[in-house]
Nanobody
């Protein structure tokens, strides 16, 4: 059974920084893309950042230049460094990973339970 466990959320003042981490555990063959999504109250879930296995990254327009995504393939972890945080970054942040369970199997999406990030003075 595959699990994604997130950590690092919390309350921070505007302009501050937080670092989110997510670790994939369980029995699987390979982790492909790893991503962070977020969902604010009353809004749809949106992509924050994504990183492919080889390191290519994609960022949502609202976080470009402020957030940095990174991963460790050996540990099956992904991190999100969030700087210059704004109140509009307040949301529940979800870790997502595309994982294939066995060789040649079609990868599927797995989600973490979510971690709350609140930016407020």
């Amino acid at each position: 059974q595959v699990q994604l466990v997130e950590s690092g959320g919390g309350l921070v003042q505007p302009g501050g920084s937080l670092r989110l981490s997510c670790a994939a555990s369980g029995s699987f063959f390979r982790v492909f893309a790893m991503s962070w999504y977020r969902q604010a109250p009353g809004k749809e879930r949106e992509l924050v950042a994504s990183i492919l296995r080889e390191g290519s990254t994609t960022y949502g327009d609202s976080v470009k230049g402020r957030f940095t995504i990174s991963r460790d393939n050996a540990k099956n972890t992904v991190n999100l460094q969030m700087n210059s945080l704004k109140p509009e970054d307040t949301a529940v942040y979800y870790c997502n990973a595309r994982i294939s369970l066995i060789l040649y199997s079609q990868p599927r999406d797995y989600w973490g339970q979510g971690t709350q990030v609140t930016v407020s003075s």
